[in-house]
């Protein structure tokens, strides 16, 4: 058992892990930030996405003490000041989500998508978003979700 | 006090009540929750398909750090097996399904013992200690290759892996207009006999499964929060399971992660979980790892199909023949046998005919269990009546539109249309909503495009491909149900009740998981009632809160929980235009019921409906004899199956080098009667449909012979992501149910019937030139280039 510094959210937290231990256990059973989902054993469905220094990546692919020293954004950060993240309320407004599994991972990799390219075409946001699976949508909704917080 | 709500809330696209804990990351799944004291529960499953279990040493486990105990199918105590619940007929073979197999294992993934202590890790990692003795046997995983000769036999006790017949003529309740068999022997009649092979299918709802258990150990009365669709039904089954009586059993469906079926199950987990507790008197978690959950969660499809038609040389079809093998896997699940059954009525499509005959044979083989997956026996009628009715246009030369408008039941035959397989269709309208299809596709312009790919000599050629269906859903009438041998009913309730505070508050028995139910319910209810969307509270999904209800599956939580719900508030009107007239001095014949107002006609003197339950709550000023309280509840069967149906186009671009295949357009007019929400609608077809293009193009569970699991997790199993999958073109046509007054009839499993077919018959059709006439599914670059190699040569 070792300790790691990590700051989540904006919040500072020293916790001990185990090495093999994954940081979206950390984010859910440690520091109880259960907004983040675990989907699959296989890096394959990006529910457990969050923001690693600003980067979107799979917390179930990342040991926690690679997280050490440094700064996760969790869906639970995503709103300031109870104000919705712009894709946030885009999913909502375009019907993006049926059972909401997906939705915090597939939410953290679509504001990284815009980061990195603000206004995609449908095409860039298909395979922006391919590392995310959704089963209920069928990606419809959720594509027009992205293009209407691009253009917000 | 009127509403500044739009009017009527039916037919709105309001924003979900449901989202905003989802997106910000307050969902409550089972794997959120944590209850002190709590042990966590990991089970060790076969790695052999078939195998004798000669002992099993668990001396290691329990010395392992943090390992309280370790249980096998001859420690863990169980009041009986889990519970069958549609034993189709008395053919059925039904072997007895232990939560942890006490013999052998019959598939890989047969939990055989579990390990419980006091972390995830510890659980696991002490089960890799669990030693198994085992004697492995040959397996079978082939459907035919088990009913041959000399197969090896999944339950020695029936000598066969035949687990029973249906037959339509023996079995069914209601019988077909006439036998299919003449029509075969009549020489004019052109026909056709088709063979189609549906591949296993992964449901792969995004959440994998999970249980806690958590107990008032002094009352001896447990909570069960299970990822279900099936809360209601759960209870009672773990009743049976685990010898603890439902009143103090308390089922709770939290948020549910999707289920498309897989959790419509009666699962050895939540059974394991429970009977662990009662015996440790301690609460338990089990979460399922996905690739866990690849051989332990339900499986779905798998079925070879022979399908025969018989048409006039003009097109006009008179009779239809089936036969199924379908695959039960290890076991029968809690409604496995009588999959296949739910498309029995469902071969001759939209069409009018003359002979229907139908049969179908289960059975075993050592995979894991099949059981529902969305749309459950209808995705495979209509698989099956669509490819044929493309092979008979092929062999008859007519443009295979022109035959499906040639033979759809006409509009003149509705409401309540008997049809060739002796059960009675509502309403529809096949023509126009083919012609809306067509129109929105601009038919002439896609084969203009596709002569124009054939003409250039290029290698990507155009096809398009149509699939025009009808459903039975809003499952289902009790009666029905009790003619079909199914053990429970198909009813549905809700209560809905007026707060003191004016707020109102519904329970439903559905359980929605991604339905949106608590949306559209609210709308609903706020036409009825007269009261702000916002003001509705509806609440599902926990035995306790919701006492009565069947749950979610069979796209019946509208057709079936709304109707219940608009029931309820039928009977909370009538109460309060009593009330109304007591407070007014009127008689309740003077008073009109507007935006939630009752006014003395001709007057302004009105009661609102907030303050008669506020006045009924108080109980202060009542008619005599009337109860205090402003509540109903109803339970609500239906007297008919509701009757969805669309036409969907699909338009592919087929490379003919490499094999791999473009969707360029998927168009689709649905028609599930009146929509409470068409956001809701529109969602639940493009979530449909998608799973529909996956069956047709990607999703396939392979076994080798040995019976493992090849496409045994998410990296080899080939669940599309968003670069796969197409926007789509939807509109409807509204042909509202006469059999309930909402006119609603379901969509739920709407896009996953109607989308195979069309897809693979796109593909069917882009090659056709080439000589390609079929094409297995799903129809991997790999296959279609085979297919056009084979039809070159």
Redesign the interface.
Known sequence: MGQITVTVNGHRHQVDVEPRDLLVYTLRETLGLTGTNVGCDTSSCGACTVHLNGEAVKSCTVLAVQADGQEVTTIEGLAVNGEMHPMQQAFTEHHALQCGYCTPGMIMAAVSLLDDNPSPSEDEIRHGLEGNLCRCTGYHNIVKAVQAAASA | MATTEPKPQIGQRR??K??????????R?V??ITVPGMLWVHVVRSPYAHATIKGIDTSKAEQAEGVVAVYTGETLEFAGPLVMAWPINDQVKNPAHHPLTKDKARYVGDPVAVVVADTR?NAKDAAELVEVDWDPHPAVTDIKEALADGAPIVHEEFGTNNAGDWIFERDSPVPPRNPAGPYFEDPDLVTIKEDYYLARLIP?????RGVVVDLTASMGEYTVYSSTQIPHILRTTLTITCGIPEAKLRVVAP????G?GSKLEAYPEDAICLAIAKTLRRPVKWIE???EGYVATLHGREMYQTIELAATKDGVLKAVRVNLLASMGAYLRIITPGIPMLGAWLYAGPYDCEGYDFQYTNVFTNNTFTDAYRGAGRPEATYAIERAMDALARKLDMDPIDLRMKNFITNDKFPNYTMVTGLTIDSANYTGTTEKLLEMLDYPAVRKQQAESRANGGTKVIGVGFSTWLEMCGIAPSRVLAALKYIAGGWDAATVEFMPTGTVRVLTGVSP????NVTSMAQIVADQLGVDFEDVEVLHGDSQVVPLGLDTYGSRGLAVGGVALYKAGEKILAKARTLAAHQLECSEDDLEFAGGDFTVKGTDKSANIKGLGFAAWAAHDLPDGMEPGLTATHLYDPPNFSWPNGSHACVVEVDTETGSIDILRYVAVDDCGVQINP??V??QL??????GIAEALFEEALYDTEGNLLTG???SYM?P???E?P??ELDSTVTPSPTNPLGVKGVGEA?TIAAPPAVINAVVDALSHLGVTNMERPATPERVWRAIQEAKS
């Open positions: 924003l979900r449901e989202d905003p804990e989802l997106i910000t990351g307050q969902g799944y794997d959120n890790a792969n709802a995004m959440e994998p948020d549910v992660g999707g498309f790892e996905r690739s998981h991604g339905q949106g956001n809701i529109e969602g493009h979530g449909g449909i998608t799973q997790n998410m990296a669940v992501g968003a670069p999958i926007s789509f896009g």
